[in-house]
């Protein structure tokens, strides 16, 4: 059973940063695409970015391009997220997800074709 744990979230300023982990196990961390996704109250949960079985290849939601780095450590099973320039419309529960790399496609799939999730951890940029 794939575990998926995340950490780093908090509260900060508008203009300051954040850098989100998400500590997987359970199963072999390298053969998944892995994302960061996002959901404020009242909001769809949204992809904010995502990232390939061996990290060669990321997406981001236009929103955070700029901003964010998504990266990963798979000899450490653990993925990232570097949060900078934040602003107050980036407050919202970040949760991170898995999606087996056996399965076609893996960027900008959305929150429906991820099928492993983490419990979230909240973010919130205050102005």
């Known amino acids: 059973q794939v575990q998926l744990v995340e950490s780093g979230g908090g509260s900060v300023q508008a203009g300051g940063s954040l850098r989100l982990s998400c500590a997987a196990s359970?199963?072999?961390?390298?053969?998944?695409?892995m994302g960061w996704f996002r959901q404020a109250p009242g909001k769809e949960r949204e992809e904010v970015a995502s990232?390939?079985?061996?990290?060669?290849?990321?997406h981001y939601v236009d929103s955070v391009k700029g901003r964010f780095t998504i990266s990963r450590d798979n000899a450490k099973n653990t993925l990232f997220l570097q949060m900078n320039s934040l602003k107050p419309e980036d407050t919202a529960m970040y949760y991170c997800?898995?999606?087996?790399?056996?399965?076609?496609?893996?960027?900008?799939?959305?929150?429906?074709?991820?099928?492993?999730w983490g419990q979230g951890t909240q973010v919130t940029v205050s102005s």
């Open positions: 997800a898995a999606r087996s790399s056996f399965l076609p496609g893996c960027l900008g799939m959305g929150a429906v074709n991820f099928h492993y």
């Open positions: 359970g199963y072999a961390y390298g053969g998944y695409c």
């Open positions: 990232i390939d079985d061996i990290g060669g290849s990321t």
